[in-house]
């Protein structure tokens, strides 16, 4: 997830990015079925997974915007295993990035990635269909998060999709909580079981699917305790940002 710190300057963002999002990502949950996720994808530069994202059409991938980097990207789609070459595997490079143009390195937290060549789609790779625009999910429904990275802050990495089950919690606690940072119009936050864990540093713009659709981004926890009940997971809420998405893919 997010390697934001809140008091870190906005010209170290990047660096720190590209080394945390190396150190970890899903903690305790489960190994996903192998391909049974096929609209998820991992970001990768020079070969490292950075962030992670969502085929929503067979030339675009959903992304946060705090996962842009200066250097070339490409998107890896049909995985399960990130450290091997499956024959399930599309590598495609990125041909044009578009972050939200009121992104200010935490509101706004949204990127659509437009594919150098078109995803072929089968039975690994499939877009995932977004929510539809008013669609509320109220709190305390289970949604499930998804990404690659390590199970835990001093634990070897995990080279296979791994997900968790986290609860939608209630806007105005993660308000109370998170105070300025979460907005309750563009935000979801959920609520998480320490010990069954769920997403941390490196699961960045990965999905949070609710009843079968993806209801949010991945874009902040607390920086190195990912873990901590105290502070909610914070998603970039996706049916807020629906007629931009829209109007990016047409143009």
Same mark, same amino acid.
């Given at each position: 997830?997010?390697?934001?710190?809140? %008091?870190?300057?906005?010209?170290?963002?990047?660096?720190?990015?590209?080394f945390?999002?190396?150190?970890?990502?899903?903690?305790? !949950?489960?190994?996903?079925? +192998?391909?049974?996720?096929?609209?998820m994808?991992?970001?990768?530069?020079?070969?490292?997974? #950075?962030?992670?994202?969502?085929?929503?059409?067979?030339?675009?991938?959903? #992304?946060?915007?705090?996962?842009?980097?200066?250097?070339?990207?490409t998107?890896? %789609?049909?995985?399960?295993?990130?450290?091997?070459?499956?024959?399930?595997?599309?590598?495609?490079?990125? &041909?044009?990035?578009?972050?939200?143009?009121?992104?200010?390195?935490h509101?706004?937290?949204?990127?659509?990635? *437009?594919? *150098?060549?078109?995803?072929?789609?089968?039975?690994? =790779?499939?877009?995932? !269909?977004?929510?539809?625009?008013? !669609?509320?999910? +109220? &709190?305390?429904?289970?949604?499930?998060?998804?990404?690659?990275?390590?199970?835990? &802050? *001093?634990?070897?990495?995990?080279? =296979?999709?791994?997900?968790?089950?986290?609860?939608?919690?209630?806007?105005?606690?993660?308000?109370?909580?998170?105070? *300025?940072?979460?907005?309750?119009?563009?935000?979801?936050?959920?609520?998480?079981?320490?010990?069954?864990?769920?997403?941390?540093?490196?699961?960045?713009? !990965? +999905?949070?699917?609710?009843n079968?659709?993806?209801?949010?981004?991945?874009?902040?926890?607390?920086?190195d305790?990912?873990?901590?009940?105290?502070?909610?997971h914070?998603?970039?809420?996706?049916?807020?940002?629906?007629?931009?998405?829209?109007?990016?893919?047409?143009?």
């Amino acid at each position: 997830m997010r390697l934001l710190s809140l %008091l870190i300057k906005p010209f170290l963002l990047f660096f720190v990015l590209m080394f945390d999002n190396l150190k970890s990502g899903i903690v305790g !949950g489960k190994v996903s079925k +192998p391909h049974s996720r096929p609209y998820m994808a991992s970001l990768q530069i020079q070969g490292q997974h #950075t962030c992670g994202g969502i085929l929503i059409r067979e030339d675009f991938v959903l #992304t946060v915007a705090h996962c842009k980097s200066p250097l070339p990207m490409t998107v890896v %789609l049909g995985a399960h295993n990130i450290s091997k070459t499956e024959k399930s595997q599309q590598w495609i490079q990125v &041909a044009d990035y578009y972050p939200h143009p009121q992104y200010d390195e935490h509101d706004y937290d949204i990127m659509l990635l *437009k594919l *150098k060549n078109n995803a072929t789609l089968n039975k690994y =790779v499939k877009a995932i !269909g977004l929510p539809k625009k008013n !669609g509320k999910i +109220p &709190a305390n429904v289970k949604c499930v998060v998804a990404g690659w990275g390590r199970i835990g &802050a *001093k634990k070897p990495p995990s080279d =296979v999709l791994k997900e968790a089950t986290e609860k939608i919690q209630f806007s105005h606690e993660c308000k109370n909580i998170w105070q *300025k940072y979460f907005n309750t119009e563009h935000m979801i936050c959920t609520k998480f079981d320490k010990k069954k864990g769920g997403i941390c540093q490196g699961d960045s713009g !990965g +999905p949070l699917i609710c009843n079968s659709k993806p209801q949010g981004l991945t874009a902040l926890t607390l920086q190195d305790d990912c873990n901590n009940p105290k502070y909610p997971h914070i998603f970039t809420k996706l049916h807020f940002f629906l007629p931009w998405i829209k109007k990016i893919m047409q143009a």
